[in-house]
C-alpha cells in the first residue's frame, strides 16, 4: 500500500528514506529515517500504510 523511497539504492551513511502511501492509505510510524555512521536507522519504529 505505499513504497520507500531514498537518497541512494544503498543502505550507507547519510541514505535518508521516507515512506509514500498509495492514494487513500495512511501512514504510521515516522515519516523519515536516516542511515547512521553505526550503520543503524534513525526511526526505531516501523513504519507502514494501511
Do not use: L, N, V
Given at each position: 500500500?505505499?513504497?520507500?523511497?531514498?537518497?541512494?539504492?544503498?543502505?550507507?551513511?547519510?541514505?535518508r528514506?521516507?515512506?509514500?502511501?498509495?492514494?487513500?492509505f495512511?501512514?504510521?510510524?515516522?515519516?523519515?529515517?536516516?542511515?547512521?555512521?553505526s550503520?543503524?536507522?534513525?526511526?526505531?519504529?516501523?513504519?507502514s500504510?494501511s
Amino acid at each position: 500500500h505505499g513504497y520507500m523511497k531514498c537518497t541512494s539504492t544503498d543502505p550507507i551513511y547519510g541514505t535518508r528514506c521516507s515512506i509514500e502511501c498509495d492514494e487513500g492509505f495512511e501512514r504510521s510510524g515516522a515519516s523519515t529515517t536516516e542511515c547512521t555512521k553505526s550503520g543503524t536507522w534513525t526511526s526505531d519504529t516501523s513504519q507502514s500504510c494501511s
